[in-house]
């Protein structure tokens, strides 16, 4: 990966202030000028509705919006652009499946206990009105997927295998073909929460044949509150909307409405035009890096982070320690110290960003009696001197601050 050449794309490092190391992307990458370009133009050349006016600009939108759509489907390797619904977050495409689907009481969803909030409490509260039951797959000390769990918790009863292909806490992954071909042998659909895999590896729906693939566009370099859902057709036909009203029907009358067919059906209301379009900039412009490059670059910078952190006294790693299970994420602990004051410290000292607390994963921390870790992730505008800076000022923290 050609660092510089990259970083030339990215306002902040060719800004006056570029002397700081974000290490945060897990949360949101930065944005390439091409997104920010993309949007801009929107707002200043063609800022009117898609879908509805027929006018000249209208019918521009309306031309940007299938085109980003159609790159969103070649990006995630789906057979229909129509297979793809455009949602403000991951979260919301989440929820449009946990509460799309009309659950019968005692079915049963099978999440890991690693999962995000946005792929728990959607389930909590489909217990609470439906009475669906929940089976958790504990991972192991090793914090790499247990897939004999995973097997003893199938059974016919399972209706969903909803589960992180990725997670956020300490980056490993599940062996995502695998747990789909033996859920659907239990006549289970399967969603993924792509929020972490979508940006970092090649991630091709048809050939892991899952039902429903969700995923954050922000965490990819396209804009702030944006994401999508990927659904089989045949599935998203019978998903009720979450969301409903202007845009996703065809005809109402005083007491009856016809949804549009997908994705229009999940669509309703205005929509955030500039952020579809912007999504579409950011697939193309990862397409061109080449995720395989863009794999392999994440996990070099996680390589030199982990050897450099593992040398740090009372510096501990969350497991697994090698880096090679946990792609772009490092997450670490400094003895005795909270993981957002040594955030804090690491920013005052060294402009150091990264992520402290426990992540939007409470069940994980608060079953572990952990109070949270601090988490550095990497990305295509990192570079090693980045993660030197990084390991430096962490050894400094702890040389400091750990008790
Ligand atoms: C694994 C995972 N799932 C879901 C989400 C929620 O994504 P969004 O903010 O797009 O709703 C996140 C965000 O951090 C995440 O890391």
Redesign the pocket.
């Given at each position: 990966m050609d660092v510089d050449k990259v970083r030339n794309d990215f306002p902040l490092y060719t800004s006056a202030s570029k002397d700081f190391i974000y290490l945060d992307s897990?949360?949101q990458t930065l944005r390439p000028i091409p997104v920010i370009e993309a949007m801009s133009r929107y707002y200043l050349e063609y800022p009117a509705c898609g879908g509805r006016s027929v006018h000249r600009l209208a019918t521009q939108v309306s031309i940007e919006v299938d085109e980003a759509r159609e790159k969103v489907a070649s990006f995630l390797g789906a057979e229909r652009p129509e297979e793809i619904a455009f949602t403000k977050?991951?979260?919301e495409a989440l929820n449009l499946v946990a509460k799309g689907l009309r659950y019968r009481r005692d079915e049963v969803v099978v999440t890991t206990d690693f999962e995000?909030n946005?792929?728990h409490v959607p389930w909590l509260q489909m217990q609470k009105s439906y009475g669906i039951k929940r089976r958790f797959v504990l991972t192991p000390p090793s914090g790499l997927f247990d897939i004999e769990a995973f097997k003893n918790a199938m059974s016919r009863e399972v209706r969903m295998v909803s589960m992180?292909h990725i997670?956020?806490i300490n980056g490993t992954g599940i062996p995502a073909k695998e747990v789909i071909e033996i859920a659907h042998d239990y006549g289970s659909l399967v969603m993924l929460?792509g929020?972490?895999a979508a940006p970092h590896q090649k991630v091709d729906v048809d050939h892991l044949d899952v039902d429903f693939y969700a995923f954050?566009a922000?965490?990819m370099l396209g804009p702030s509150g944006m994401?999508a859902l990927f659904g089989k057709m045949e599935l998203l036909k019978t998903l009720e909307p979450l969301i409903s009203g202007g845009g996703g029907v065809s005809l109402t009358t005083h007491d009856r409405a016809d949804f549009l067919p997908p994705p229009e059906r999940f669509e309703a209301g205005l929509q955030n035009y500039a952020g579809i379009i912007g999504t579409g900039v950011a697939v193309d412009y990862l397409g061109r890096l080449g995720m395989q490059e863009i794999m392999e670059h994440d996990l070099d910078l996680n390589k030199r982070a982990t050897s450099r952190l593992q040398a740090i006294p009372n510096v501990s790693i969350l497991e697994p320690s090698e880096a090679k299970h946990r792609g772009s994420i490092l997450s670490f602990n400094i003895k005795g110290m909270s993981s957002h004051d040594a955030a804090m410290i690491l920013d005052e000292i060294g402009k150091v960003m990264i992520r402290s607390g426990m992540h939007?994963v409470h069940p994980y921390f608060v079953a572990r009696h952990l109070d949270g870790c601090a988490r550095a992730s990497f990305y295509i505008y990192n570079n090693e001197n980045d993660i030197d800076r990084f390991a430096d000022a962490v050894s400094e923290v702890a040389s400091k601050f750990s008790m």
């Open positions: 897990a949360c977050s991951c979260t995000h946005s792929n992180v997670n956020n929460d929020a972490q954050s922000h965490k994401g939007c």
